[in-house]
Structures are given as C-alpha cells and as structure tokens.
C-alpha cells in the first residue's frame, strides 16, 4: 500500500511541477509585457491572480507540513519513511511555488508603486 501510495504522490509532485512551473513563467512574461505596454489594468488582475495562487500554494504547503507534523508526532500511525520524504517533497515544492509567486506579486507592486497619482486640480478663486 505504501508504494502506491508513494508513486502517487511522486505522480502528483511531478505533474504539479509540470504545470504551475510553466504558468509561473507566462504570468512573469505577462507582467513584463503589461508593463512595457503601460496596462494598468492588465497588472492590477495579474496582482489579484498571483495573490490568489500565493495563497493556494501557501496552504498545501502549510498543510503538507502539518500533516508531516502529525505523522511524525504520533508513531503509532505507522506510515513509511519513504511516505514522509514524498509528503515533504510535496510540502517543499509547494512553499517555492508560494515564494515564486510571491516574487511576482512583489514586482508588480513594484511596478504599480512606480505610476504617478493623478491630482484633479481645483478651482482657485
């Protein structure tokens, strides 16, 4: 059971890598093309998105390392050392996904903090 347990997870560290390390690479060229073409609003959404995706990855983060925590706690439980690495593996990969994007958060806020504020000016009497 452990070792089907074991290559699912190692299935799904690979298939995540496979296709959040892909996005994380548009989204950063994304960021750069809007800001080359001065779209404001184009950054603003891609600063909600990445803010989103920081949170998700942050949370399957923290929870893989809880459950480590558990597991690791209680050896009663009786799951495989090889089971832990694979968890932790996940955990690992998921937190430098967080940093990644937020990374990309960072630089868009950056960018955003660099356009000047319009003033209205008023009536002076």
């Not at 932790?88 to 504020?117: K, M, N, Q, T």
Request: hydrophobic fraction near 50%; proline fraction near 2%.
């Amino acid at each position: 059971m452990t070792n089907v347990f074991e290559g699912f997870m190692l299935t799904i560290i690979l298939m995540l890598a496979l296709t959040i390390l892909p996005r994380i690479i548009w989204a950063y060229l994304k960021v750069e093309e809007s800001w080359q073409h001065h779209d404001l609003e184009a950054l603003h959404e891609l600063q909600h998105e990445r803010n989103s995706w920081l949170l998700r990855h942050f949370s399957c983060g923290t929870a893989a390392v809880i459950l480590l925590w558990i597991v690791e706690a209680r050896p009663a439980l009786e799951i495989s050392h090889r089971v832990t690495v694979a968890v932790g593996v996940y955990a690992g990969c998921c937190l430098v996904f967080a940093a990644l994007e937020c990374l990309i958060w960072f630089r868009i806020h950056r960018y955003l903090s660099l356009v000047p504020v319009k003033v209205s000016k008023r009536d002076q009497r």
